[in-house]
């Protein structure tokens, strides 16, 4: 029997019933551990009058905790639809009217097809065969990061896409951006990708920000020399 809906996740009114998850997003949506690392994080992230860019976006629940930060503009994609609907209406279930979701993956350089690889946990979700077994798969053809970045003055990237980062961060110029939060998975591509992506940043002039990340949770910060005042925390 599919149980009555969820109503309160991290703050947020979550219009979404057991039938629309897996067992195992269910009950960290009914425990409160679901994205509960990424939400403390990006509380702090954002400033009023933001442009942001999310990679992934899941059911929404990051991008609906971004959308409380007074006039943030953010657009979201996530190549599963099935998501970008649940995401929709957890956005505006909790009236998040500045926000625009988008079916799609955004890459590096020119548009390919790829084929993606849905899961029933689709935060497993990826273009990776071989990352566990899958339900179903879709092909979907790219666009371009930068093209987006630039035609929108994005100046915030936000992205959870499942090992994609590593290549993204590689070859993407970024121009504009001065904040990117990032999930690392280093189960994915070792800790190899994780010094591949710091050198990245470091040599494109971001600086790892200690103070809002924490594990695989990662913020790089453009780095315009400021000292900051002592924390003792």
Same mark, same amino acid.
């Given at each position: 029997?599919?149980?009555?809906?969820?109503?309160?996740?991290?703050?947020?009114?979550?219009?979404?019933?057991?039938?629309?998850?897996?067992?195992?997003?269910?009950?960290?949506?009914?425990?409160?551990?679901?994205?509960?690392?990424?939400?403390?994080?990006?509380?702090?992230?954002?400033?009023?009058?933001?442009?942001?860019?999310?990679?992934?976006?899941?059911?929404?629940?990051?991008?609906?905790?971004?959308?409380?930060?007074?006039?943030?503009?953010?657009?979201?994609?996530?190549?599963?639809?099935?998501?970008? $609907?649940? *995401?929709?209406?957890?956005?505006? !279930? /909790?009236? =998040?009217?500045?926000?625009?979701?988008?079916?799609? %993956?955004?890459?590096?350089?020119?548009?390919?097809?790829?084929?993606?690889?849905?899961?029933?946990?689709?935060?497993?979700?990826?273009?990776?065969?071989?990352?566990?077994?899958?339900?179903?798969?879709?092909?979907?053809?790219?666009?371009?990061?930068?093209?987006?970045?630039?035609?929108?003055?994005?100046?915030?990237?936000?992205?959870?896409? $499942?090992? *994609?980062?590593?290549?993204?961060? !590689? /070859?993407? =110029?970024?121009?504009?951006?001065?904040?990117?939060? %990032?999930?690392?998975?280093?189960?994915?591509?070792?800790?190899?990708?994780?010094?591949?992506?710091?050198?990245?940043?470091?040599?494109?002039?971001?600086?790892?920000?200690?103070?809002?990340?924490?594990?695989?949770?990662?913020?790089?910060?453009?780095?315009?020399?400021?000292?900051?005042?002592?924390?003792?925390?």
């Amino acid at each position: 029997m599919t149980q009555n809906i969820f109503t309160k996740i991290h703050g947020l009114d979550l219009p979404i019933t057991q039938a629309d998850v897996s067992p195992i997003i269910w009950a960290a949506l009914q425990n409160g551990s679901y994205e509960a690392k990424e939400v403390r994080h990006v509380r702090t992230l954002l400033r009023p009058h933001d442009r942001v860019l999310e990679l992934g976006s899941g059911i929404g629940v990051i991008t609906t905790i971004m959308a409380q930060m007074p006039d943030v503009r953010i657009w979201s994609f996530d190549a599963n639809p099935h998501t970008v $609907e649940l *995401a929709r209406k957890v956005a505006q !279930a /909790n009236g =998040a009217d500045h926000v625009t979701f988008g079916h799609g %993956l955004l890459t590096a350089g020119a548009p390919e097809t790829y084929t993606f690889y849905l899961r029933r946990d689709f935060w497993m979700s990826s273009m990776i065969e071989t990352q566990g077994p899958f339900e179903s798969t879709i092909e979907i053809t790219s666009r371009n990061v930068d093209e987006f970045i630039t035609g929108h003055d994005i100046n915030v990237l936000v992205m959870d896409i $499942e090992g *994609a980062e590593r290549h993204l961060l !590689a /070859n993407a =110029a970024l121009d504009g951006i001065d904040r990117v939060f %990032l999930e690392l998975h280093d189960h994915l591509y070792g800790l190899a990708g994780v010094r591949d992506i710091f050198e990245t940043m470091s040599a494109r002039g971001y600086a790892y920000d200690p103070r809002n990340s924490s594990g695989p949770c990662v913020v790089f910060a453009r780095d315009n020399g400021t000292i900051r005042p002592y924390c003792p925390d």
